[in-house]
């Protein structure tokens, strides 16, 4: 690690199979949490190449327990990088529940919060919801509600051990990027946020080599998800395209009206705000964009106006509640 410490700090990049390497490495507990942060923090003063970020996805994707029987449910996966210092509450989340509320099959990966208050996993636990890498509860609750839920760490060694070191950092990292397109089913359909276009071209190069069918998402004013607070750009493998909220026949709002607030409880008590139809039509808004990007995603040839009109009902008919409240009851 010193020698490749070295030649980071000199400004040299890793090819692809070096970035390999050195993450399976790291996973199998070879490294201490100093060179760990060392290595991380290389990347918060300088951009990840192409290749790199192409090994440590290799070395993440070798490294994932096998959960190929989920994929026969062709699940879609909305998540989003993280680490855009904006706090806002868990939109990808709730937008995974109302997604399966409406009828589709997802399958959500995600972690604690490394930079935010709230991650998925921080929500999940907050209702009480048990991790698990057990197929058949997986299956049944994809049967049963159409969504499971897949802990990162649990079924990828590389995440667990490095993510002490990601929270007492507590800034963006370059897992931020990987957690992403590491979901362990490797969903065919996926929507994913990014805070930046920089970070937006990285991902549509990977893509552009895959058979997945994907929107790209990200918001404008440095969202890395559509929140309605400006106009906010959306890639997919036809278009390119940027949308303002009014077109789409939504208000804009400030960027208090999306924040997580300050405490577990507060990030718990939004979420479910939504679950129950009674959150400020800001916070209700942004989910439902986000979920209709994603029904257009599973199904391009629905107009968005359509996807709108399915995740509103989805929301304002119980369907979300009941699904959500049926998911606690399989998971918990």
Do not use: W
Request: with cysteine.
């Amino acid at each position: 690690m010193k020698q490749i410490l070295n030649r980071l700090f000199s400004h040299q990049h890793l090819d692809r199979q070096e970035a390999k390497d050195i993450l399976s490495h790291m996973a199998a507990g070879e490294y201490n949490e100093s060179q760990i942060a060392a290595f991380i923090s290389v990347y918060l003063m300088r951009s990840i190449s192409i290749d790199e970020f192409m090994g440590f996805t290799d070395a993440l994707l070798d490294l994932r327990t096998n959960v190929d029987a989920l994929r026969a449910y062709d699940p879609i996966d909305i998540v989003g990088t993280g680490g855009d210092n904006k706090n806002t509450f868990n939109i990808s989340t709730l937008s995974c529940f109302t997604v399966a509320a409406a009828g589709y099959k997802v399958a959500k990966h995600g972690n604690y919060g490394a930079t935010s208050v709230s991650g998925a996993s921080t929500v999940m636990e907050q209702h009480g919801v048990k991790f698990t890498t057990d197929i058949s509860k997986l299956e049944e609750s994809l049967d049963k509600v159409n969504i499971a839920y897949l802990h990162a760490p649990l079924f990828n060694n590389a995440l667990k051990v490095v993510a002490p070191v990601r929270k007492a950092l507590g800034v963006r990292t370059f897992f931020n990027m990987l957690g992403p397109v590491v979901n362990p089913i490797c969903p065919k359909k996926q929507m994913l946020g990014v805070f930046n276009l920089k970070m937006a071209r990285m991902y549509f190069y990977m893509y552009q080599q895959t058979d997945v069918d994907y929107a790209i998402v990200h918001g404008l004013d440095g969202y890395d998800e559509i929140s309605l607070t400006g106009d906010f750009k959306i890639i997919t493998k036809q278009t390119e395209t940027i949308y303002t909220p009014e077109e789409l026949g939504f208000d804009r709002y400030a960027e208090a009206d999306l924040d997580g607030g300050a405490t577990l409880e507060d990030a718990a008590a939004i979420f479910d705000d939504v679950v129950n139809n009674t959150a400020t039509k800001a916070q209700k808004n942004a989910v439902i964009i986000n979920s209709a990007f994603a029904i257009q995603t599973i199904k391009p040839e629905l107009s968005i106006d359509d996807c709108i009109a399915q995740a509103t009902e989805a929301i304002d008919s119980g369907r979300l509640k009941n699904t959500f409240h049926k998911f606690l009851e399989l998971n918990s």
